[in-house]
């Protein structure tokens, strides 16, 4: 599934993210030498979103060690408007915010429970990392 244009330009100006997961097709089977059960993978599947995102840079002091390619992002989804029930806590995507590429890690609000929302759209928090600069 890609993100078109068309769709893109539905949401405009808000839609300024695309987050592209690569999600695995996972099913337990037997192990027919030990009769253990095993996880195997059968395909990745990719699967894009298209975000309203902000960026902020942290509150660092300029201190040694400080990665100052990492932003912390925070918005909503706009198409899909909700997450795949194998995205979780951490899990990392290829990500275009206002047309920097780099990494996007997702973390999950802990005092929110995935099922419930009080919006349409599903609330997205994470850290985006630049990559290369502007694509």
Known sequence: MTITATEIAQYAPHGN???AFDLNM?????D??????????????????LAA????????????GVDNTV???TGRLLTPAK????????????ATINGYKGRFELIWDLTMDKGYYT???????????VIGGKG
Not at 26 to 30: G, R
Not at 32 to 49: A, F, L, M, S
Not at 119 to 129: A, H, L, P, S
């Open 17 to 19: 993210a695309v987050l």
């Open 26 to 30: 996972q099913a337990y089977v037997t």
């Open 32 to 49: 027919p030498e030990t009769g253990n059960t095993i996880t195997e993978t059968k395909n990745q599947e990719r699967v894009e979103y």
């Open 53 to 64: 995102l902000n960026l902020q840079r942290p509150q660092w002091k300029g201190e040694p």
């Open 71 to 73: 932003y912390l992002a």
């Open 83 to 94: 997450f795949d029930e194998r995205i979780t806590n951490g899990t990392q995507a290829d």
């Open 119 to 129: 919006d349409i759209r599903q609330k997205v928090e994470g850290t985006f990392r």
